[in-house]
């Protein structure tokens, strides 16, 4: 996965693997991501970002998405592990995380800003799998499309303002549709304006795999659904991919399959 900053200067590239074991078994390994920044007509490593060992992430970077303004790095971790208890007979059952990295606006050094967890976080939930984030990286959009047996749900997170006293924590939103069913894979792709006014969710599995895109918009203090979106009856899988505009009043609108 790869984003760009408005300016073009600066690249946040995730490299989640999975790699074979000696049982023939697939295995997500731990994952990292880069910063590259451009140099005249060249582009440099700039910096890794990981956030250490202690958080046990697996597929980090599965998901990315750098602020408009190169400033604010947010990185997807849908298959990290936060207690031993969720290990399985079938092998470990993820609930996935969300690392925010920024730098000073005078192009300082990247350090780790907040590891995001919803506070309903459940073992599966692939929290993580979809990130965005705002222009100047004060709202972050989080997927997770495993939660409630793959309903699906989507968190808005709010970063506190410099100097406030509660810094270290990020009030957060759930969304989630209410006609929601088993597999409808709500979150499995999001989008955000620069100003996180309103917010795209994509759900893949909605009818039958049909698909469908959800539009939130920002109300007071919270967010609201205003719209669902569906496409032509030939589409498949309908929001496998998204992106808006600045403005928010055009999106663009992926699908994997189309009947011809």
């Known amino acids: 996965m790869i984003s760009l900053s408005a300016d073009g200067n600066t690249a946040l590239v995730g490299k989640a693997t999975q790699s ?9 390994d731990r994952g990292t991501a880069f910063i590259f920044a451009r140099q005249g007509s060249a582009w440099a490593q700039q910096a890794q970002l990981d956030p250490g060992p202690a958080s046990l992430p697996f ?13 604010t790095a947010v990185i997807g971790a849908p ?3 936060f207690t031993r208890s969720h290990e399985t007979a079938s092998g470990p059952r993820r609930n996935g995380a969300v690392y925010v990295f920024s730098r000073p606006g005078n192009g300082g050094n990247w350090n780790l800003l907040q590891t995001l967890i919803p506070t309903d976080s459940a073992p599966a939930d692939r929290f993580g799998d ?8 004060s709202y972050v959009l989080v997927g997770a499309a495993g939660a409630s047996g793959f309903r699906g749900a989507a968190y808005m997170f709010v970063r506190p303002a410099a100097g406030s006293p509660s ?3 990020w009030p957060q939103w759930r969304m989630t549709a209410a006609e929601g ?6 979150g499995y792709t999001v989008a955000l304006t620069p100003d996180g006014a309103a917010a795209l969710v994509g759900a893949i599995g909605v009818a039958n795999a049909r698909g469908a895109v959800y539009v939130f ?27 808006v505009t600045a403005d928010g009043k055009t999106a663009l609108i992926g699908t994997y399959f189309f009947a011809r």
């Open 130 to 137: 979809s990130v965005a984030v705002s222009g100047n990286g």
């Open 20 to 28: 074979v074991n000696n049982q023939g078994y697939y295995v997500i």
């Open 167 to 169: 810094l270290g924590s």
């Open 79 to 81: 298959g990290t592990m």
């Open 217 to 243: 918009g920002r109300t007071g203090l919270g967010w609201t659904l205003q719209q669902r979106l569906v496409g032509p009856d030939a589409a498949g899988m309908f929001g496998g991919a998204l992106s």
């Open 181 to 186: 069913a088993p597999d409808d894979d709500f």
């Open 59 to 71: 597929a980090l970077g599965h998901a990315v998405a750098l602020s408009a303004d190169g400033n």
